[in-house]
């Protein structure tokens, strides 16, 4: 068997070990990949190219499969989020009970579609399948906190809130 | 752990929680907590030490009470209050002093929605302490599995399952016991495994998540319970990463069953071994198609592939494996508690037991609810849903998702089950039920179905991938008021392509939400095509523009 050097962390920032850490506890196993995906996501954010390829061979993957994981699953985004992401639910209870309009009143305020930044990075809107919270429909997540029997007004307000100060 | 040993935990936890003469419970499931439920635990919790009460008074989270529109929910020694906030933690701790219950939060627990049901998978939701074992075991848990793997040969086991006639309650209702026997069957190698589906994608379900968040153990029994019965030692439950509470008491339940050496090596001194993990999925409606489902646990893309060979003989990695979904397997404890013959007694003659429904959409109480098979439609939707607000009609229920049909008022008297669902061209489904009222238009509603499966299809097979794609154009044409009654028959042909020629599930299924509006809302396309207008006033056709 060819011994391979050990692959090197893309860069010295101190979440990689986290990274590393799930890898190792899973003893660097092929099928490890998406545990692996997911932790980069929740310490960074988002997918770096540089990241994957790091993953690919640490976990001797071809880069291809990893890329195509990445690719293929809706949860994994390879675009840097903003500061703080509003995720508006579009399951279809939120759908029928005004999900759309919140959407447009968001793109209306702030000129932003699903999956888009502003410009100066403060604020991202996403969508989701469905969180789960339908009998509060509709829905949308404000960074971790899930509010729901949201207006358009409520909507463009709370998001206000993101982009004019920290919060 | 020895069956002796497990009694005296839950006699010691029932002396514990006996000392208290004052419950107090906060439903901290995903619902009551984005109403703010974690706020009104603090608060009761600090109201309680405050006036001195923190040895007659236990306040705890616990999981699920259905009513999540009136959230958060919080039950006072079996009373319950509704839209409890913070402030009023006062008024609550006050009423346990002096006797006199807090009316203005009274939720009537005398009303349809809580009387109509029947709790068995749920039993535990709302009781007891999702993060506390002890307070599982106390309400009888993991005696089943102990006297399984002590007294029980696996396959009395698999002939228990059998005779209780439970169907799978993902959706499809393949009988669970044939399931089990065939892997038990199975000679594949030294390894055998069973998977839990927990990827709940369908949109408007929550019942798989409010089952892990509310009773977590009780699925980890019922695998384990599976385990033993099909000859598996390894276990994977396979979870939507957008769960974030339901993964984390999943995880703290593993972790506590370890401990106590009811997962594990050799449990209750016998040979029998299993162990568990969490796997993470990452938002793909196709992993819940159980082909699909194995490539990703396995790290690979989820795609489905052709079936046989079935996963029973060739699953992951190669190796015999069980799937079944999170209620099926929360249904295992109390059949083999029970016993077989008991639980078919529940429900009609061909579906079993009791279904978990996720309520949501037009209708007054949305929640979580069980009710017994064969239930009519119209009692759950006008009894213990409460019927439409705000003045409105009816106008369909929504079944199954996105592979599910929508049922209009003229079958509202059929009985859940199966097969008379089939029979009106929709599914049972995992359990999402959705209700609309007349300002929905079908067309719409079949459109935004369609693009759910067009942007979920896998890519793997041509008739899903291109078909639903083309499907949703057309569709979207109709909606915009450029459509034309061609476009219909074109729709007619290519859903009957589609569901014929796809590779799994979800492209087989994909077109019933059209077929099923197209067949019962057939003058709201016409209408569209017709005269350019929706009667729904949803859709913006070249009509509405004019007149805007």
Request: aromatic share 6%.
């Amino acid at each position: 068997m060819i011994m391979l050097a050990k692959p090197s962390a893309p860069s010295n920032d101190k979440r990689w070990k986290i990274v590393e850490a799930t890898m190792r506890r899973n003893g660097y196993q092929g099928n490890a990949l998406i545990e692996t995906l997911h932790s980069i996501q929740e310490a960074f954010g988002y997918l770096e190219p540089e990241g994957l390829r790091f993953v690919a061979e640490s976990l001797r993957v071809p880069l291809s499969q990893v890329y195509g994981a990445a690719t293929f699953y809706h949860f994994f985004t390879m675009k840097p989020p903003g500061k703080h992401t509003c995720v508006v639910c579009t399951g279809t209870a939120c759908y029928i009970n005004g999900a759309p309009a919140l959407l447009a009143a968001m793109e209306e305020k702030y000129g932003i579609k699903p999956g888009e930044t502003v410009p100066d990075g403060e604020l991202s809107l996403l969508t989701a399948r469905c969180v789960g919270s339908c009998s509060i429909a509709p829905v949308a997540v404000f960074d971790k906190d899930v509010v729901g029997k949201l207006g358009p007004s409520d909507m463009v307000a709370r998001a206000g809130k993101y982009k004019c100060h920290d919060a | 752990m020895t069956p002796e040993e497990l009694n005296e935990i839950a006699v010691t936890e029932k002396e514990a929680q006996s000392r208290f003469p004052h419950h107090v419970c906060v439903c901290t499931a995903a619902g009551c907590l984005s109403a703010g439920s974690g706020e009104v635990k603090k608060a009761l919790a600090k109201e309680v030490i405050e006036s001195g009460m923190q040895h007659e008074c236990k306040v705890k989270g616990v999981g699920c009470m259905g009513l999540c529109s009136a959230g958060p929910l919080v039950t006072v020694d079996g009373r319950m209050y509704q839209n409890v906030t913070a402030d009023d933690s006062t008024d609550i701790v006050r009423s346990m002093e002096d006797g006199k219950p807090v009316k203005r939060l009274e939720c009537n627990t005398k009303a349809p929605f809580f009387t109509r049901q029947t709790k068995m998978v749920l039993e535990n939701s709302g009781v007891i302490d999702p993060e506390r074992i002890e307070d599982y075991i106390a309400a009888d848990g993991y005696s089943a599995l102990l006297n399984a793997i002590t007294e029980m040969r696996p396959n009395e086991v698999v002939d228990q399952v059998i005779k209780s006639g439970l169907r799978g309650r993902g959706g499809a209702g393949y009988p669970t016991g044939l399931k089990w026997s065939t892997v038990a069957k199975a000679s594949g190698g030294a390894m055998k495994y069973v998977i839990c589906n927990a990827d709940e994608g369908d949109p408007g379900a929550f019942m798989d998540r409010a089952v892990l968040e509310s009773d977590p153990h009780r699925v980890l029994e019922g695998m384990a319970i599976a385990a033993y019965a099909v000859g598996a030692t390894r276990g994977y439950i396979y979870v939507r990463a957008e769960y974030p509470l339901a993964v984390k008491n999943l995880r703290t339940a593993i972790r506590h069953a370890e401990k106590l050496e009811l997962l594990g090596n050799d449990i209750a001194g016998t040979r029998f071994s299993f162990r568990v993990e969490v796997r993470l999925g990452a938002g793909a409606f196709v992993c819940g198609e159980e082909t699909a489902l194995i490539a990703s646990v396995e790290g690979k893309r989820g795609t489905p592939r052709p079936r046989p060979p079935y996963p029973a003989q060739q699953g992951l990695w190669g190796h015999p494996t069980l799937i079944n979904n999170v209620e099926t397997f929360a249904n295992v404890p109390v059949i083999l508690r029970k016993g077989g013959e008991w639980f078919s007694k529940i429900g009609t003659a061909k579906s079993k037991g009791t279904k978990v429904f996720a309520l949501a959409g037009r209708v007054k109480n949305t929640g979580l609810i069980e009710v017994p098979m064969g239930i009519p439609l119209r009692e759950i939707i006008f009894d213990i849903g409460g019927g439409i607000p705000d003045g409105r009609n009816f106008k369909a229920v929504q079944t199954g998702g996105p592979s599910g049909g929508c049922i209009p008022e003229a079958h509202l008297d059929l009985p859940v089950d199966y097969e008379s669902l089939a029979k009106v061209g929709s599914i049972m489904g995992s359990g999402g039920m959705i209700v609309t009222d007349d300002s929905s238009c079908m067309v719409d509603v079949a459109k935004y179905f369609i693009e759910f499966c067009m942007s979920e299809s896998c890519g793997k097979c041509v008739p899903c991938r291109v078909g639903t794609t083309h499907l949703h154009n057309l569709l979207e044409k109709i909606c915009r008021g450029e459509g034309t009654e061609k476009d219909i028959a074109t729709i007619e042909e290519l859903c009957d392509v589609v569901r014929n020629t796809s590779l799994c599930g979800l492209g087989q299924s994909a077109p019933n939400p059209i077929m099923s509006t197209l067949n019962y809302f057939r003058h709201e396309y016409t209408a569209h095509v017709k005269d350019a207008s929706c009667p729904a006033g949803v859709c913006i056709t070249a009509r509405a523009k004019e007149a805007k």
